[in-house]
Every structure is written in C-alpha cells, then in structure tokens.
C-alpha cells in the first residue's frame, strides 16, 4: 500500500495540463507559464480556433479556418455552431434547425446525428474533432504530448450538455479533469482575488450562450453565489435577425428568394457579421455582398442597429436580476462587473451592463480570450502549481425526481455549491418486485413534463418482500464539474444495490467507448489523405523533371527502347495518379524512377561536363 | 474509533490520519464534522470561517494527483461540507435537521392545516386575493396591508425561535423541540401565504 507522501518519481515530469475553452465560435487553449496563462496560437500564428469542422470527401478533416473559407463552397460537408445542440434531443432544437443549416440524419431520435459529407456524426464527435486540432495546436507548441485538460461550459449547461462535452473529450483522446464554468473561469483569469473581499458580477454573452455568475470573493476563495443564464442567446441571434432583414431586401432586390442557396447565405451570413462587428466601432457601416455577379448594398447605423438588438440585449437582464435576487444581493452591492464573450463588445451591451449594476465594467482582458485564460489558471490548480486560489461552483439547475400524478420533488436546489448531495428512501409498491424506476430531472418547474429529464435510473435485483418492506436509499451526488453520480443501497442488508442508467439525451458508456475506436479510424482517414497528397507532390516533381530532360540532349542519347519504357512508366504513374492509394503512386514513382536511372545518368555526366568547362548546358 | 484505512493506525474524529496524513471517510454528521457543539444557537460567523478553511483543503481539487480513496472520500467531504453548510447556517433548516434527527416528524402536510389563529385572516386573504385576480386593482392596498402583516408575524416567530433555541440549548427539553415544531410549521404557512401575495402583486 502506498504512503500518502507519494514519492515523486523525480525524473518524470509531471505532464501539463490545458485550459480549453470550446466555443460556439470560436474555441481556444491556453497554458500556464510562468507565471500567467498564455493563450496557444495555432500553427497559422491564430489564436482563435474558429468552431468550423469540415470533411472532404477523401476524409481529410479541417478545423478553424480552413473549414470555415469551406463553409462558402462546401457548405455540405462543413459545420459550425455544433455546441448549441451539445446534449440536447431532436425536439429541444427544433428553432435551431430552421435558422443554422445543420443536416439531421434518421435516427435521431435519442442522440443527435448530424450528416457532413458521406460521415454521420453526433455533435460530441464533431466538438472532439476541434479539440483534437486544439490538443494538436498545443503539443506542437509546448513540444510534449498533451493527454489532460480543463473544458469549460457555459454555466447555465444542464447535465446532459456537460456530460455531452466529457465525451467530446474522450473521444478527442483527452482525459477531462474538470469542466469549469465559463464566468467561474473568466474571473479567475482576471486575478480578482487581489482585492481579497468583494462581490464580482460576471455577464457572459458570447456566440450561442449567455450566463451571469455572482461571485463572492474571500481571500483567493471564488464562491458562486447564484448563476442564470440562457442557453440559447447569444451573438448568432443578432446575426440571424441581420441575415432575416438582408435575406429580405436581396428578395426585393434581385427579385430572387437567395434563402434556400447555402453559398449565397453563407456570403450575407459572413457580411452581416462583419457589419455588426464594425458597428462596434464606427457610427455607420455597410452590408455588402456581391454574388455571381449581382451587388447588394445597404447601409446601416448604429442607431438602427441598437433598435434592433435591444429585445436581444434585453433579453439578458431577467437572468442577471434573477441571479441578484438568490444571491441575495443588490445591484449597489457589487464592486466589479467583468465582461465575457465577443458580443460584449458591442456598445449597446455595455451600456445596459452599466446601467444595471451600476458599475464600470471590466474589458482589460480580451473578451475573446479571458476564458481559456481562466481554463489554463483551473488547471494550474488542479496540477498543484496555483495553492493560494480556490473555486466554489454551483449547480445551476434544481435536481429533482419525478413522484407520483408527475410533480417534481426537488432533491438539491439550484444554487447550491457543488459537490453537494442527497438521498432518498425508495421503497416497493406490489409484493415481490424486483425493480424501481426513478426518473431524474433538472429544471425549476413544478411537473416532471416541464423539466429537462436527465435520466432514468432502474435499481434491480431488489430482494423480493411484501411490499413496502424493501428499503433502498438512493443517494444522487452532483459532483465539482456538475454532473450527477447515483449510488443506491439496500438500507436493509448494506449491501450496494445496483443501478442501471438510462440517459435520456446523450450517450451510453458503450457508444462513447465506440466513437473513441472510431475517430481513431477517422484521424486513420486524415492521414492517409495526407500521404497522398504528399506521394501526388512526389509524383508531380518527377513527371515535370521528366518532362523537362524531354527538350534535352541527354533524351537524344537514350535508345529508342529507352524512351518507349520511359514513356509507358508515365503512363501508368498518370493512371495511378487519381486513384485514392498512395502506395501505388509511390510504387509507380519507383518504377519510373528506375526507367529513368540512365537518363538520369547522362544528365548528370552532361552537368558535370558542363560545369568543368563553365558552360551552361 | 474506527483504524486508517491506509495505514491501520487508530483514528479519532480527525480527518487526516495523524500518522500517515491520509484523509478519512468523513462523519456524515453535520455538527461533528464541522467540530461545533451540538446547539441550536450557534454563530454563523465562525461557521463560515470553518466553511472556508475546510473548503481550501478538503476540495476535490486538492486531490486530484492523490490516491482515488482520498479522491473519493475528498468528494464525499467536501458534499457533506457545502450540504452542512447550506443547513446550518440557516435557522429554520437547522432547526429542522435536529428536529428529523431527534425524530420529529417535520413533513409539509402538517403546515397545509391553516393555524386557528389564522383563520379569519387567512379567509380576507383568500377574498382579496380572488378580486384581484378578476381585476379588482381597488384591493391592492388591503393586499399590500396584509403583506406587511404577515411579515411582521414571520419576524415575531423568528425571535420567539431564537429564544426556544436557547431554552433547548440550555435544557435539553424534548417539549422544547416540540414548540420548535409547531412554531416552525406556522412559520412555513405564513412563508407561503407571503410567496402568494408576492406572486400576485408582481413584487
């Protein structure tokens, strides 16, 4: 049995841990150097992973940018603003479906499965393709092999959604530590413990979320008050009001309905958000697009813009009242607002910000950046190297169980700091039953029909008793990432009583495991796309160099038999060429290569010739 | 009492074995586990302090390159920590956490029966409350009348808490906690009856 002084084994360095911030947008990783987190640029210099995933038809898989200029001409096999159906089921999304161009496949009814190019793909495989690009990022940075990390989430992420990014990260082949709250995060990294007492505010509004933390601050302790939110508001909403208005007028225009043309909305898609991200810092700009040849232009102010945005903008104080009101605060209370998510730039946003909680807020750090700073400060924590910090989270859904007529009894109230718990008694209604079926679910509404279910857990092999007799307590553990673990326990005999899961949305353990072979076979695609590209390059130099010693005299000096076997070893490399192997392009250029060793010969005779006599040939 | 589970030694109620330091199954007793008497009144101040100092140590977050006992166990400790937390510092929830464990029945059905001494108040409640909900804003003022009632009610039963919270601390009386009860179950009444009326005038 080992001591608890654990011997360090010395030599082995302990392996560092990333902070990733997964984005609706865009998605991010940053490091803990030093002395403060750093954020890790891609190998295009890019800190900014844009949340684009694309599949060519060979299997070749882009990520970020690449994907995201494929979006425009290969809008079928591209995708983009995955998170927003992360554990979610098919009749949650439907408002998502009519405004993002995701392809459903059939059979989707439990899990999500999305159609990109000939793959079919649930949105935690596709979120695990941009982490394994982040995790690639990373270790060609650091120069070590990356295998642990922090995730955040949006806070107001129910169970299913965390659960549904755990798996992204498995599948991505990284072991997640912890899933951290994006505000939670977002004060970390703005180093707000140094004014070791107070009472922060955190408004997060990114691409497709939008939370608010209150956050008490008590000598490098972070102690979420309360966090609401909205999982469905964020920056996209702005755009596709924009894209409605601009998809109208080219109707009127052009008098032609451009919706149903993916390239086209893609184009007024791209200059929609290129015009609200102007407008945060000019008084007027322009929407601009030209499309095979036609021209739309229509300008727009800043004063029609915040007319627009403002039941969006509005839509976000509720929550952070609500917030208030469980923290038990007020708006004079707060000492500092931080602002998170891109969306915060926008000046109409700020200033509804300030008026609420009546304080200057926090822009010093990126709003782009500021949460995978935090990830990376968390997983300093975590890997021991930051002692003097500590973050209290909460859950920010009730937990209940569904009881008799379908009300909820709730079990752990929203808000609380997590890991937090409770048990239940669970007895038998018939004589000799075997099973009891709970069902688990998250939500503040009074009926189970009104809740998010997260779960149906069936305790088996109960011993069989008159009814009423059987005594099981089930006890639901709500863990530090916010996700519920359930044991249960026969009260009569001790003895652990077994429990099966049944996750309503989300996968099983089994077709994690599966999906984890599978982007093995995925990534297997990925690279033999690249050996062919790279035995096609190959092939390409020898056929031009071939090509080439055709106009020299060196060809002259080969026999004709020469030249004939010369010509059918191009013909076949030719043949091979746009087959999909690269094993026979690479056979076919030693092949030719042979035929060419006395040409080759010669020429090189010639050179040296040439060279002696400082003549060109 | 009970042996380490790493290194077999005897333990008392510490949470770190005191010879190997490795972190035990916690109490899932409340009071012990934060080491406080077992009292009604207690100081909420040093709770918390106790809340911060064993958060910053027996986090999960601490343990993550330890053994996954410890890691277990630090989870199961820093649950009983927050759930204690959430209960003790609260009067009522305390309250009702020694009252279920000295065995008294604290279900909601009891607090559903109007108190008698309620009841002619609670009748004008339910009337004007009826008019306003057929769009009688005339009875706002009565509502509003009400509202300031019932408050001053929950506020005179909070200080008679606390002294039953002393007369038990000093005595031990089981009659106590039975005045306990019934005070906590017209408190809860009158909790809802002003959840009610807030609901209906939008505050």
Partial sequence: ?617 | MNACWQCGSEQGESLFCKLCNALQRPTPDYYRFFGIPKKLAIDTGDLQRRFYEMSRILHPDRFLRRAPTEQQYSLEATSILNDGYRVLRDPVSRAEYILKEAGFDIGEQRSKNVPPELLEEVFELNMALEELRGGEEGVRPRLEEARRQFLSMRAEIDSEMERLFRKYDETGERAVLGEIRDLLNRRTYIRNLIVEVDKELGI
């Avoid at chain 1, 499309?291 to 945005?309: A, N, P, Q, S, W």
């Avoid at chain 1, 039953?433 to 069936?458: M, T, W, Y």
Wanted: hydrophobic share 40%; glycine share 8%.
């Fill in chain 1, 1 to 617: 049995m080992g001591g608890t002084f654990q011997i360090d084994f010395g030599h082995k360095k302990p392996r560092r841990v990333i902070g990733i911030d997964l984005g609706t947008t865009n998605s991010l990783a940053a490091v803990m150097e030093a002395s403060a987190p750093k954020v890790i640029p891609g190998a295009d210099g890019g800190k900014l992973v844009p949340s684009v995933v694309s599949i060519s038809p060979g299997g070749e898989i882009a990520v970020g940018n690449p994907a995201r200029e494929l979006l425009l001409t290969q809008p079928e096999r591209t995708v983009y603003s995955v998170k927003r159906l992360m554990g979610r089921g098919i009749a949650d999304v439907e408002d998502e479906l009519k405004l993002f161009p995701f392809r459903i496949a059939e059979g989707s009814e439990s899990v999500i499965r999305l159609v990109v190019g000939e793959h079919i793909l649930t949105p935690p495989e596709i979120s695990a393709l941009i982490l394994r690009q982040l995790k690639k990022n990373a270790e060609a940075y650091l120069g070590e092999e990356i295998a642990q990390a922090v995730i955040t989430v949006p806070a107001y992420f129910n169970d299913a959604q965390r659960q549904a990014t755990k798996d992204a990260g498995r599948i991505a082949g990284l072991e997640v530590l912890r899933l951290v709250n994006e505000p939670t995060a977002a004060a970390l990294a703005y180093g707000l413990d140094k004014r070791k007492e107070g009472i922060v505010a955190v408004y997060d509004l990114g691409g497709g979320t939008f939370d608010i933390s209150i956050l008490k601050l008590h000598e490098g302790i972070f102690e979420v008050l309360a966090t609401n939110g909205d999982t469905h508001l964020g920056g996209d909403d702005i755009d596709n009001l924009l894209l409605r208005i601009a998809l109208e007028d080219v109707a009127s225009e052009w008098g032609q309905d451009v919706s149903g043309d993916h390239e086209a909305v893609q184009r007024l898609r791209r200059a929609v958000i290129q015009a609200k991200e102007e407008l945060s810092f000019v008084p007027f700009t322009h929407i601009e697009v030209e499309y095979r040849g036609r021209h739309y232009r229509r300008r727009i102010d800043r004063e029609l813009f915040d007319r627009l945005i403002t039941p969006i903008v509005d839509r976000t104080l509720g929550p952070c009242r609500n917030a208030m009101l469980d923290a038990g605060v007020k708006p004079e209370d707060i000492d500092e607002v931080v602002l998170v998510g891109g969306s915060t730039r926008i000046p109409l946003v700020r200033s509804a910000v300030e008026k609420l909680f009546r304080a200057r807020p926090h822009t010093e750090l990126n709003p782009d950046e500021v949460v995978a700073l935090g990830a990376a400060v968390q997983a300093a924590i975590l890997s021991g190297d930051v002692e003097d910090k500590l973050l209290l989270d909460v859950t920010p859904l009730s937990l209940g169980i569904e009881t008799m007529g379908g009300v909820v009894s709730k079990l752990i109230h929203r808000n609380s700091t997590i890991p937090a718990s409770a048990a239940e008694t669970f007895t038998t209604a018939v004589d000799g039953q075997r099973n009891v079926l709970i069902h688990v679910v998250q939500g503040e509404r009074e009926l189970a029909k009104d809740c998010r279910s997260l779960a149906r857990f069936d305790l088996k092999d109960i011993e069989p008793l008159p009814a009423g007799m059987a005594r099981i307590e089930v006890r639901f553990l709500i863990d530090a990432n916010g996700i519920l673990n359930v044991t249960a326990r026969d009260l009569r005999t001790g003895k652990e009583q077994s429990v099966e899961v049944k996750p309503s949305y989300g996968l099983t353990e089994e077709q994690v495991e599966a999906m984890i072979v599978e982007s093995f076979e995925l990534a297997e695609a990925d690279f033999k796309e690249r050996q062919l590209r790279e035995a096609r390059v190959e092939a390409d130099t020898i056929l031009a160099a071939v090509d080439k010693a055709r106009q020299s005299d060196a060809w002259f000096e080969l026999s004709e038999q020469e030249r004939a076997s010369i010509d059918e070893e191009v013909n076949k490399l030719l043949l091979v060429y746009h087959a999909g192997d690269h094993l026979m392009i690479r056979n076919q250029i030693d092949a030719l290569n042979q035929a060419t060793l006395k040409l080759a010969e010669i020429m090189m005779n010639a050179a040296v010739r040439g060279a002696l006599k400082g003549t060109k040939i």
